[in-house]
């Protein structure tokens, strides 16, 4: 079982930063990938970014050139750098890892953290 807290959400002019913290606890050794999700009012939940055990990075199309998801392994830290933010960014921003370890896949979630960019 992995534990994720996220922190760093808030309310942000358009054209302002956030980062978002994720950190891990619990069977981090089995993680093999960690991204961030987000959900909007109304809307499904959907990948905003992810980075695999080995480095490997991906994006969303709307947030590419913006946002930055990079880790920090002695602080079992994710992060998610959102410059550039817009409106349609608002949404609750999820923290997601994904395990694999002797046969046996979980999905573990953060709480969720607020992200609000005015206009």
Do not use: H
């Amino acid at each position: 079982q992995v534990r994720l807290v996220e922190s760093g959400g808030g309310l942000v002019q358009a054209g302002g930063s956030l980062r978002l913290s994720c950190a891990s606890s619990g069977s981090i050794f089995s993680i093999n990938f960690m991204g961030w999700y987000r959900q909007a009012p109304g809307k499904q939940r959907e990948l905003v970014a992810g980075i695999t055990s080995a480095g490997y990075t991906n994006y969303t199309d709307s947030v590419k050139g913006r946002f930055a998801i990079s880790r920090d392994n002695a602080k079992n830290t994710v992060y998610l750098q959102m410059n550039s933010l817009k409106p349609e960014d608002t949404a609750v921003y999820y923290c997601n890892a994904k395990t694999y370890y002797t046969g046996l896949s979980t999905e573990n979630w953060g709480q969720g953290t607020q992200v609000t960019v005015s206009s």
